[in-house]
């Protein structure tokens, strides 16, 4: 069963695609939404190795620590400090989504314009890498390739910007490879106790009605990299199984399912087993039978019920993205990469870094 979060028209859905291996990773994502909805305009969201730290909405108007390591290593200037980079950002990314409208010759409806930054740190090699990008509309509409040191276009409409940018586009690879490591760097620290633990995950197995799909759902694990897979009478099965992306938790652990399409009869004749691979412990074998089946199915009720493990994906993806949700098509020649302001971006596209005692970059246009 497909999880449909129908928040937003057009539904914008984010992958958030984690640094794996001996990879650390800091991200950050600012969303805006046109007015319409009962939602905030404005709203951005820290992570440091999938574990959100921080976050802002326009509504409340105040940068807010998510975990007790932020809040126990920085003080009243530092969340002051970032409420006002993030409040400058703002003004601008509203702002922006208003000029991108017209660029696509759109005078009214509801848009979301996403804007994705951060780095990445090879522990075991030193390497760093760093992404930054802006979505609209569930598409890719701007990105800044790092080894050309130049912003690309993926669409005609984001031409204006590109070369607005272009000019900025060192001084954007400079944060993104050296600041946003420090940064990174001194937020492992604090954290490092949170992000070292290894909590494996609870396996269950959930199905609609008879007919829908038999869904294997693992939640409450970290890290987040984990393997589902399904097999048939001991053989990996790889036709009929769609296996889903990793979403966090309220809690700062994560969630995977995987589902396998088959009848009742075929279930009857063979053992299907589902196999969980998480670095806490051993692989989880979960034989497929009916008695370990969740449902909320009842003979001669019509109307189906959805899961409520299902139900509590949709809600974690709305929570963690600020409930708007963009698929970000990764493309084999660039990463990931942060982004200046909307409007300025959009706009004017004058470029200046913060200095390095900030956590973001501060940009004026």
Same mark, same amino acid.
């Given at each position: 069963?497909?999880?449909?979060?129908?928040?937003?028209?057009?539904?914008?859905?984010?992958?958030?695609?984690?640094?794996?291996? =001996?990879?650390?990773?800091?991200?950050?994502?600012?969303?805006?939404?046109?007015?319409?909805?009962?939602?905030?305009?404005?709203?951005?969201?820290?992570?440091?190795?999938?574990?959100?730290?921080?976050?802002?909405?326009?509504?409340?108007?105040?940068?807010?620590?998510?975990?007790?390591?932020?809040?126990? $290593?920085?003080?009243?200037?530092?969340?002051?400090?970032? *409420?006002?980079?993030?409040?400058?950002?703002?003004?601008?990314?509203?702002?922006?989504? =208003?000029?991108?409208?017209?660029?696509?010759?759109?005078?009214?409806?509801?848009?979301?314009?996403?804007?994705?930054?951060?780095?990445?740190?090879?522990?075991? *090699?030193?390497?760093?890498?760093?992404?930054?990008?802006?979505?609209?509309?569930?598409?890719?509409?701007?990105?800044?390739?790092?080894?050309?040191?130049?912003?690309?276009?993926?669409?005609?409409?984001?031409?204006?910007?590109?070369?607005?940018?272009?000019?900025?586009?060192?001084?954007?690879?400079?944060?993104?490879?050296?600041?946003?490591?420090?940064?990174?760097?001194?937020?492992?620290?604090?954290?490092?106790?949170?992000?070292?633990? !290894?909590?494996?995950?609870?396996?269950?197995?959930?199905?609609?009605?008879?007919?829908? %799909?038999?869904?294997?759902?693992?939640?409450?694990?970290?890290?987040?990299?984990?393997?589902?897979?399904?097999?048939?009478?001991?053989?990996?099965?790889?036709?009929?199984?769609?296996?889903?992306?990793?979403?966090?938790?309220?809690?700062?652990?994560?969630?995977?399912?995987?589902?396998?399409?088959?009848?009742?009869?075929?279930? !009857?004749? $063979?053992?299907?087993?589902?196999?969980?691979?998480? !670095?806490?412990?051993?692989?989880?074998?979960?034989?497929?039978?009916?008695? !370990?089946?969740? *449902? $909320?199915?009842?003979?001669?009720?019509?109307?189906? +019920?959805?899961?409520?493990?299902?139900?509590?994906?949709?809600?974690?993806?709305?929570?963690?993205?600020?409930?708007?949700?963009?698929? +970000?098509?990764?493309?084999?020649?660039?990463?990931?990469?942060?982004? %200046?302001?909307?409007?300025?971006?959009?706009?004017?596209?004058?470029?200046?870094?913060?200095?390095?005692?900030? %956590?973001?970059?501060?940009?004026?246009?």
């Amino acid at each position: 069963m497909k999880i449909l979060v129908t928040l937003i028209c057009p539904l914008l859905v984010l992958k958030i695609d984690l640094a794996s291996g =001996g990879s650390r990773s800091l991200q950050h994502f600012y969303t805006g939404v046109t007015r319409g909805i009962n939602f905030p305009e404005f709203t951005a969201v820290g992570l440091v190795d999938g574990e959100q730290f921080l976050y802002y909405d326009s509504n409340i108007r105040q940068a807010i620590p998510k975990v007790d390591w932020i809040k126990n $290593n920085e003080g009243p200037e530092y969340w002051t400090r970032t *409420t006002q980079i993030i409040q400058g950002n703002e003004a601008d990314f509203k702002d922006s989504i =208003g000029t991108v409208m017209q660029r696509f010759n759109q005078s009214g409806g509801i848009h979301t314009f996403l804007q994705m930054f951060g780095c990445e740190l090879d522990v075991e *090699t030193g390497a760093t890498d760093g992404y930054s990008q802006f979505g609209y509309d569930g598409a890719d509409f701007l990105y800044l390739d790092l080894r050309s040191t130049s912003y690309v276009a993926p669409v005609k409409e984001a031409l204006i910007t590109k070369q607005k940018l272009d000019g900025t586009a060192e001084s954007e690879k400079n944060y993104l490879t050296q600041e946003c490591i420090e940064w990174l760097k001194k937020y492992v620290d604090y954290g490092m106790y949170s992000l070292e633990r !290894k909590v494996p995950p609870q396996v269950s197995l959930l199905q609609t009605d008879p007919s829908s %799909p038999v869904v294997c759902h693992a939640t409450g694990f970290y890290p987040d990299k984990v393997m589902i897979s399904w097999q048939k009478d001991g053989q990996d099965l790889h036709e009929d199984v769609d296996v889903g992306e990793t979403f966090p938790n309220h809690d700062g652990t994560f969630q995977k399912r995987a589902e396998l399409k088959v009848t009742p009869d075929v279930r !009857k004749k $063979n053992q299907f087993t589902c196999v969980v691979e998480h !670095k806490s412990g051993d692989p989880i074998h979960m034989i497929l039978t009916e008695e !370990k089946i969740r *449902t $909320n199915y009842r003979p001669g009720n019509n109307v189906p +019920v959805i899961v409520a493990g299902l139900v509590v994906a949709a809600l974690v993806l709305i929570a963690v993205v600020v409930g708007v949700v963009m698929v +970000v098509k990764r493309r084999s020649g660039y990463k990931k990469a942060r982004q %200046p302001s909307l409007e300025s971006v959009c706009s004017t596209g004058s470029y200046s870094s913060a200095a390095s005692d900030a %956590p973001l970059v501060k940009k004026k246009y």
